[in-house]
């Protein structure tokens, strides 16, 4: 009998890093690893930290280091993928031309790859999550940002400068007038639709509000840690105020949809991160908008989705990477 396939997977984050061993069918062989980033601590320590949870990882699931395959490894982006290399992402100050690929090859003596962390959530979703009965597959990841990965067949969309994909800076307002965005520029998808911006559109919102509204309510007593949660929360419960900033982070949302159609004409967008927890009505919304305003042909088959894996998606997405690097061989 051929020997079981196993896989490493490790998402690393600005606050903490994730890992699992995942068996041939995207199964993780225990819960993840979770280990503080500590970016701050120097990239030192940050690899050894990275390592550390990786051979954690192999003992959680209970097996030993000749039974990995391979190791796949995600970051945020700034990156070159195809080096391997972390170059200098906003959320891992100071770190700055980390050879994360080849140090975790060296280390562990298993073939490595590197992917950027929300091309290997998209790719955790297209191989075992939501996606997986699709062909081609688009996510959307909803967060502090916007993060976003395209998938066609078994292709993932690096691009030639590893920020393919990049959908949270889609352009869906004028750029001389639009929303400021943190990459720099105006009228990026980001600067409307991350769990931020919802916030920052609540507050405008409900202060050009002539009615009552719940949110005005909580904003004032719930100033520093009112967050998007509680906007879907008071739109759930029939606030008017917070209904119309959710339905327009659905038509923000289906406006950076529409582009991806007229671009790639995926099977599938699948919605991920916080906002999931909004339910089907939110979902609904980002349907009826999409199928409104897409490009007619493809748009009327297109399905719109919520990811199924959460957070796990990234360390299964990483292992997946590896996998596919290994039978592509
Ligand atoms: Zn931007």
């Given at each position: 009998m051929a020997e079981p396939l196993i896989y490493v997977g490790l998402d690393v984050g600005g606050t903490t890093m994730k890992s699992a061993a995942v068996d041939d069918a995207g199964k993780p062989l225990s819960a993840p690893v979770i280990m503080a980033t500590e970016p701050e601590r120097g990239q030192e320590a940050g690899l050894e930290t990275m390592c550390e949870t990786i051979r954690r990882a192999v003992k959680a699931a209970g097996?030993?280091?000749?039974?990995?395959?391979a190791i796949g490894v995600a970051t945020p982006g700034l990156m070159d993928i195809k080096a391997g290399l972390i170059l200098d992402p906003p959320n891992l100050k100071p770190w700055k031309n980390v050879p994360v690929r080849d140090h975790i090859r060296q280390v562990f003596g298993k073939p490595t790859v590197y992917q950027n962390d929300a091309n290997a959530a998209a790719y955790g979703e297209f191989w075992v999550g939501s996606?997986?009965?699709?062909k081609s597959m688009v996510l959307f990841t909803l967060g502090t940002g916007v993060g976003g990965g395209i998938i066609l067949g078994d292709v993932i969309v690096e691009g030639e400068h590893s920020h393919g994909g990049e959908l949270g800076h889609l352009r869906i307002a004028m750029p001389d007038r639009g929303r400021l965005c943190g990459c720099g520029a105006r009228g990026c998808l980001e600067a409307y639709a991350s769990a931020t911006n919802v916030v920052k559109r609540a507050r405008e919102e409900m202060a050009a509000w002539r009615g009552a509204t719940k949110l005005r309510q909580y904003y004032t007593a719930n100033d520093d840690d009112f967050t998007s949660k509680h906007v879907f929360n008071l739109a759930a419960a029939g606030d008017e105020c917070a209904l119309k900033v959710v339905d327009d982070t659905a038509y923000y949302l289906a406006l950076g949809a529409c582009a991806v159609i007229s671009s790639v004409d995926p099977e599938m967008i699948v919605f991920g991160g916080g906002m999931v927890a909004a339910g089907e009505s939110f979902r609904s919304r980002i349907d009826t908008y999409v199928r409104q305003y897409g490009l007619p042909f493809p748009t009327k088959t297109v399905k719109i989705a919520f990811a199924s894996l959460g957070s796990d998606a990234g360390f299964i997405g990483a292992a997946g990477c590896a996998r596919l690097a290994v039978k592509a061989k």
């Open positions: 097996v030993g280091l000749a039974d990995v395959t996606g997986q009965a699709a």
